[in-house]
């Protein structure tokens, strides 16, 4: 009776984690694979994945690992969060990927032409203009390619009678788009 005690308990506070995500941004519209990936601060512990997308894309497989995969829709914008929890302290973070719409091409030029005739040109047209592009042309049927493949027109000699087509397969900014033309001779 009477007789005095005391105790302690010192109690470690631990920090909330941060986190951010990394990966492809841009993306072209409906391309599939893209790999998204969380960093933690600080390191170690034992960490929980929650990730949520909203917008144009879809989360493929699992969503609770330190990593997700992503299938981008239409043209736009998604946007990846991600809730973790590190020895059961909260943090969150968002990642905001635009979207680009693959490009859309349009081929104009003689049709038809004369058979054996040479020397005609085929220009592209590419939408959405800007950007930067790259151009692949192909021919089958009664006709050739003369010199380059690889520019915004080409050449084209005519063979026999009946009909050749051109096929263009563009990249703009990365994000593949293609059309074809088909020409009587």
């Given at each position: ?153 080409v050449t084209v000699d005519a063979g026999g009678a009946g ?23």
């Open positions: 009776e009477g007789c005095p005690g005391s105790c302690t308990k010192t109690v470690t506070v631990n920090a909330n984690p941060t986190c951010s995500i990394s990966g492809p941004d841009p993306v072209c519209a409906s391309s599939n694979g893209h790999v998204y990936t969380s960093s933690v601060l600080p390191a170690g512990g034992s960490v929980t994945y929650d990730w949520n997308i909203s917008g144009n894309g879809s989360i493929v497989g699992s969503d609770t690992g330190a990593s997700v995969t992503v299938n981008a829709g239409a043209a736009g914008s998604f946007t990846l969060t991600l809730d973790i929890i590190r020895d059961g302290c909260p943090g969150t973070c968002s990642k905001t990927v635009t979207v680009n719409a693959n490009p859309t091409c349009s081929i104009s030029g003689p049709d038809p032409v004369c058979a054996s005739s040479s020397g005609h040109v085929y220009t592209s047209s590419v939408l959405p203009a800007g950007g930067s592009v790259t151009y692949d042309w192909g021919i089958s049927g009664n006709g050739s390619i003369v010199g380059s493949d690889n520019n915004a027109s009909s050749f087509t051109l096929t263009l397969g563009v990249l703009r900014d990365g994000c593949p788009g293609t059309c074809s033309k088909a020409v009587t001779v």
